[in-house]
Antibody, heavy 120, light 106 residues
Framework: QVQLQQSGPGLVKPSETLSLTCSVSGGSISRFFWSWIRQSPDKKLEYIGHMSHSGVTDYNPSFRSRATMFVDTSKNQFSLHLTSVTAADTAIYYC??????????????WGQGTLVTVSS | IQMTQSPSSLSASVGARVTITCQASEDISNFVNWYQQKPGKAPKVLIQEASNLQTGVPSRFSGGGSGTHFIFTISSLQPEDTATYYCQHYHSVPITFGGGTKVEIK
């Protein structure tokens, strides 16, 4: 069974960089795609983007200027950096495995979520 | 593409039939998933490609629709179905979710 374990700070200062890591167990990261999604305090879900195991990325245009995703296949983990954060970036951040075929685009396994608060 | 989900919340009795709708702002074929999120947990995919039940999901859950109008149904509501349900399109970037429907037991 694939499991995703998230790590990273729960508190980030305004204008600084949010950094989260997702460690994959029960399967190799060297297949599939890997995503980041966040959920704001009003429960709205927002798709940040995804990347392949080879590092090819596709970002939501709203995040393209601030988000960077990268994968470390040697550690079977992938990461998200989000720069210049503001209070509006306060949310629960989730990592997830993404299945993509010609007809399917499905987030089938999720991390436990990390509440990130942006505050000084 | 905007996904307008309704209602935002509902309360129904055990055994009732529950229907949630999602309206897309443009034609997205059948590129829609439905997720269930229980309090304090990550979302879980229930239905892919508008109507395909994910393996292991009870058959009381179903989905349908195409183009701009999509429906998610629970045929006989159970206490464990208390959750928030979200639609999500994947027709084009950016991927977006509906606003969610909170389902409670009356």
């Amino acid at each position: 069974q694939v499991q995703l374990q998230q790590s990273g700070p729960g508190l980030v200062k305004p204008s600084e960089t949010l950094s989260l890591t997702c460690s994959v167990s029960g399967g190799s990261i060297s297949r599939f795609f890997w995503s980041w999604i966040r959920q704001s305090p009003d429960k709205k879900l927002e798709y940040i983007g995804h990347m392949s195991h080879s590092g090819v990325t596709d970002y939501n245009p709203s995040f393209r200027s601030r988000a960077t995703m990268f994968v470390d296949t040697s550690k079977n983990q992938f990461s998200l950096h989000l720069t210049s954060v503001t209070a509006a970036d306060t949310a629960i951040y989730y990592c997830a495995r993404l299945i993509i075929t010609s007809d399917i685009f499905s987030l089938d396994f999720w991390g436990q979520g990390t509440l990130v608060t942006v505050s000084s | 593409i905007q996904m307008t989900q309704s209602p935002s919340s509902l309360s129904a009795s055990v055994g009732a039939r529950v229907t949630i709708t999602c309206q897309a702002s443009e034609d997205i074929s059948n590129f829609v998933n439905w997720y269930q999120q229980k309090p304090g947990k990550a979302p879980k995919v229930l239905i892919q490609e508008a109507s395909n039940l994910q393996t292991g999901v009870p058959s009381r859950f179903s989905g349908g629709g195409s183009g701009t109008h999509f429906i998610f149904t629970i045929s006989s509501l159970q206490p464990e179905d208390t959750a928030t349900y979200y639609c999500q399109h994947y027709h084009s970037v950016p991927i977006t979710f509906g606003g969610g429907t909170k389902v409670e037991i009356k």
